[in-house]
Each structure stands twice: as C-alpha cells, then as structure tokens.
C-alpha cells in the first residue's frame, strides 16, 4: 500500500509542477486554500480515497504543492514536516545530452555514478545521457535512464551490491550493454529495458550473481541478446521463481519468450 501512497504523491507533484503558476500570481494562496477543492486538474475527487491514510497525504499535498510553486516552501522543507513525502525524485543531465528540458544536476562529464551524489531523501533519478559513449549507473530506487546514441554501459542500480530497484532504461542507438540491476548480488529488481538500435545486450537482473526480478526486455532493432536474469555461463543460475518477458531479441535466454 505504501508504495501506492508514494507513486500517488509523486504523481501529483509531477502534476502540480507542471501547472503554470496561476495560483501563486492571482491571490488564491489564501491559508485555506487546497487543491482537493479546487478546480485544478487533480482536483476533481482524486483528493477523496477510500484508504483513509491515502485521503490524508493526499490532503495535506494539495495544500502543501501550490505553496511549493509559489515558492513558499521547498520540497525539502515539506519532506521534513510530512510523512506523506518521504522522498523525492530528482533529474540528473550530463554534459551535451539531447534532452533540453529543466533538470536538478548537471554532470560535465559522459559518466555518471549515482553513488557519487548525495542520494538522501532520493527515491530515484531520471539520468538523461548523451550521444557520446556512456557509463551510468543507477541508483538504489527506482530510475528512469537514457542512454542515447552511443555504445552505452548501463547498471539500473549500482556495480558491486545487490539491486533491486525497478527501473526503466531505454538504450538508444549504438551497441548498449545494459544490466537491469547490478554485476553481482541477487538482482530483484522488476526492470524494463528497451534496447531500442543497435545490438544490444541486455540483461534483467545482474552478470554474475544472482536474478530473481521479474523484468521485460525489449530488443528494439538491431541483433540483440537478452538475458532475462543472470548470464548461465558466469553467474549462479536463473531464480526459476522469476518470469521475464523477452521480445524482438535474436538471443533468448528468457523464461518466458
Ligand atoms: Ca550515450
Ligand atoms: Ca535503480
Ligand atoms: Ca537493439
Ligand atoms: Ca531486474
């Protein structure tokens, strides 16, 4: 349930941000102001849930997210006086990347590692790369990663520990390499992963350790591999618990084809 209470909050952050800041220019910030009665887009009865604890977050960030817009308060400072918003997701564009839009950290660099930020009070990150070769790695939640053009090296989670965020990757054109969660430890981690061009190799869960994530490969074009838990000739064996979908790869190992 809580992980419904936190996808619901970020979506209405996401959704809140995206509103022009009409609220903050017109004088509706008035201190019984709420987006639950408003006329704003989610507040339509979204507000109202049949779980009591969800209503309540829900609530409280419809009065706490217009003020964040205004600039009144910070996602931090809410964080530190909810319980509703335990974390935050952040956007993180290195150097020259295609994408132009607004981000939180800029990386001068065609590598980034997650674990070389401070991830506290991070749920995930959008990593967005560039057309050079890149190396990223995730972070410990859940992320959404581009790799772009380029021979690209990507972990969801991290290298060496075990993962189990659920991520979503997206390769891009070039030759990727992309490991839904770690090199070694159990990978657990329910990934998607599109190879999109070029030939790919894609793995679900990790290279060698263990998988258990149930993740869904999309090859994309190109003459790709898709391994949907751990490679059978180095790591520990395919968690037979686990169910991957593989799709539009011309190498399978995948229990679910
Ligand atoms: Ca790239
Ligand atoms: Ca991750
Ligand atoms: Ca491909
Ligand atoms: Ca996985």
């Known amino acids: 349930m809580r992980k419904y209470i936190f996808a619901s909050i970020l979506l209405l952050i996401y959704a809140g941000l995206l509103l022009p800041l009409t609220a903050a220019q ?39 997210l217009p003020r964040v817009q205004a600039g009144m308060f910070s996602l931090e400072q809410v964080m530190s ?16 990347s295609p994408y132009n839009g607004w981000y939180d950290i800029f990386i001068d660099d065609d590598i980034f590692v997650a674990s070389s930020i401070d991830l506290t009070g991070i749920c995930g990150l959008t990593i967005y790369g560039n057309d050079n070769p890149n190396i990223i790695v995730g972070s410990p939640g859940s992320d959404a990663i581009f790799g772009y053009g380029g021979d690209d090296l990507i972990f ?19 030759d990727d390499d992309i490991v839904g969660d770690s090199w070694f430890g159990d990978g657990s981690g329910n990934d998607l992963i599109w190879g999109e061009e070029g030939d790919d190799l894609i793995y679900g869960d990790t290279v060698s350790g263990f998988g258990s994530g149930d993740d869904t490969i999309d090859g994309g074009a190109g003459n ?31 229990e679910q084809p």
């Open 81 to 96: 006086v909810s319980s509703c918003l335990p974390c935050i997701n952040k956007t993180v564009v290195l150097s020259g």
């Open 156 to 174: 969801g989670d991290s290298t060496l520990d075990e993962g189990s965020g659920n991520d979503a990757i997206y390769g891009g054109s070039g």
């Open 26 to 64: 017109d004088d509706t910030l008035s201190e019984d102001y709420n987006w639950c009665f408003s006329g704003e887009p989610w507040g339509d009865g979204r507000c109202d849930s049949p779980d009591p604890t969800l209503a309540a977050c829900m609530w409280e960030m419809g009065w706490y």
């Open 224 to 254: 790709d591999t898709a391994i949907g838990d751990t490679d059978p000739l180095v790591g520990s064996g395919a968690d037979p618990n686990s169910t991957d979908t593989c799709v539009n790869a011309e190498t399978v190992v995948c």
